[in-house]
Nanobody, 117 residues
Framework: VQLQASGGGLVQAGGSLRLSCAAS????????MGWFRQAPGQEREFVAA????????HYADSVKGRFAISRDNAKNTVSLQMNSLKPEDTAVYYC???????????WGQGTLVTVSS
């Protein structure tokens, strides 16, 4: 499985960005998908995840109410809509897949999100 993230960029505080992750390979089917981020000098942290069905969604407390994860299983894609962005959201964002929520075994390359104050 290969994961290709896109959509990062520079945005002012309060703005929005939409990240997308395209997956290749048959193992996308049935997989949970997640987004993680890593800020400079910090460890990678969980942001959001969605189950294969799309019914179960988990969010980090820091992004609840501002970010929304979604997936399109017909297109093998998962997206992260980020609203009301804050400078502390600045990080490299990674998408990941796994057999179930909370377990991830495949990671894509990151896409950089920079939020200016």
């Amino acid at each position: 499985v290969q994961l290709q993230a896109s959509g990062g960029g520079l945005v002012q505080a309060g703005g929005s960005l939409r990240l997308s992750c395209a997956a290749s390979g048959r193992t996308f089917r049935g997989s949970a998908m997640g987004w993680f981020r890593q800020a400079p000098g910090q460890e990678r942290e969980f942001v959001a995840a969605v189950s294969w069905s799309g019914f179960d969604k988990h969010y980090a407390d820091s992004v609840k109410g501002r970010f929304a994860i979604s997936r399109d299983n017909a297109k093998n894609t998962v997206s992260l809509q980020m609203n009301s962005l804050k400078p502390e959201d600045t990080a490299v964002y990674y998408c990941a897949r796994g057999p179930f929520l909370g377990s991830y075994d495949t990671w894509g390359q990151g896409t950089l999100v920079t939020v200016s104050s």
